[in-house]
């Protein structure tokens, strides 16, 4: 479980005798790791450092910062921050936390709601306890020992679900959490949890059945309004406005998701393979690209240092150009690439032209993107000159901006130059016929070549999905959690809808008598529901689009809140709760009068 994963390691001064910079001050292309001494502030040391580096450089100054390592899973790929391949994100952390409580929250309402509901069956025995010389506190102390048995009961329950469930989470997750590994940490957390949700579940209905007066009830004098019908009104709105926030939420996600995977990334990401070649074929590879396209299936290939979905790991500052302000400290990103880059992801160009293996000269040329060239000003770009690291180049043509960052931030600026050390990828336009044998094929001429590296291949829109699977991941969960929250939602709703059809028994047996029909007291019976189902929209909206359109702030390509999402999601409770409700009541309606409304 480290960001530091390799097969093996060797000295760093390899990089010395490969001819490559190590007293740069302008390259970030390294992590470096510093271990400071107890009770040193980070910040004193940012200072310290990024006054050495700007004293060492004659350019624009530079700033940078020191990373907890402990920050690294969860708190990188923002500004500044290592932006390691697969970490985590404390955001989801947070909103998975979130809906966890949320869903607890749901429970404990339920509990709240159907205990207070049933209070009328435990009037007479509270009554008599206290007849019988029992005081309020032991009365409150029995119902929280109640609600605490039975929340750990809950508990014991969820974690046999959980040693079952949990290889398909893991599955779905992309994680390897093992069950036995739980530590007093997290012992104590779940005993907590439960301790909590008991004392919260059972508080109201404690406070509340001890609290009644016994002559009162003992002379049958119980009044129902007692039952604390306005809170369970408020406690159904409260967890349907939660439910009504995660449909809400889980529509939003998916929309979002649906956006990044089906937004043109300004480049071809289907049926593009690429495969790890070495030095052996790097030397060659003019005639590896020829006798690869002896194949017919293979349409373009071309060579480049990495996948360019991962250019923003490749950026330095010092990169200058008539008209610049020498105190801008302007990163732009860098790609090392071939002629062939250009027909390979079918990149489009706004201005100029690509590289060209005909144009000698074309070794000092760089394509910048539009990015680029908004930042550079230049009215004309073509034939203007840059500097890169000491080496004035030309700009021989501007492409259209490609995404090769996370849809998450803007790509910004991106220079392409014509140069194949670094390369390490073979990338190919394949057609998708016959993608088996034209594997075989490129394996095959990777061996007659002399290649010393075994061979593996892997498809580019692979790769590309692979950069979201976190997002994907979430998506899944989150509508998982939201099934769970309204399923539980409904169990209330289902309870309480039960028992007020058998509290108003008599009262439905009367309006039979009376001539009311079955729709009549189905429409009676529902119609409170589905007022405070719609209540519950009403208070939910508001703050769903608050939080969805807050996450969507983190990307920088987003969708906007469609307004049929709110509709729809009112439609779609009001659909779960009428349904839910319905079935009690045209049970109870369907019942014999007689049976209702006879008093022995």
Sequence with gaps: ???????????????QEEGIELDNWRSSAYYTYIQLKSGVDPKIVDEKIVDIINKNRDDAKMTVYLQPMLDIHLHSGTKFAADIPGHGDIEYVNIFSLVAVLIVVIACINFMNLSTARSFNRAKEVSLRKVVGGVRSQIIAQFFVESILMTFAALLLSLVLVYFLLPEFNALSGKEIIFWEIDLTILFSLLLIGLVTGVLSGSYPAFFLSSFLPAKILKGNYNSSQGGSLLRKVLVVSQFAMSVILIIGTIVIFNQLSFIQNKNLGFEKEDILHVNIDENIKSKIDIVKQKLKENSEIFSASITHDLPINYGGYGSSGIEWEGKNHDDNIIMNFAKVDEDYKNVFNINLAKGRFFSKEISNDSNTVVINEAALKIIGFDDPIGRQIKMWGNDLTIIGVMEDIHYKKLNSESGPLILRYMSDWSSLLFLKISPNNVTNTIDHVEKVLEDFGTQIPFSYSFFDEDVDELYKSEQRMGKLFSYFSIIAITISCLGLFGLSSFMAERRGKEIGIRKVLGASSTNLTYLLTSEFTKWVIIANIIAWPIAYYFMNGWLQEFAY?????????????????????????????????NNPIDSIKYE
């Design 558 to 590: 987003r969708i906007d809140i469609s307004l049929w999402i709110f509709p729809l999601s009112g439609i779609a409770t009001l659909l779960i709760a009428f349904g839910t409700v319905a079935y009690q009541t045209i049970k109870a309606a369907a």
């Design 1 to 15: 479980n480290s960001h530091l994963q390799f097969d093996a390691v060797v000295p760093f001064v390899l990089n």
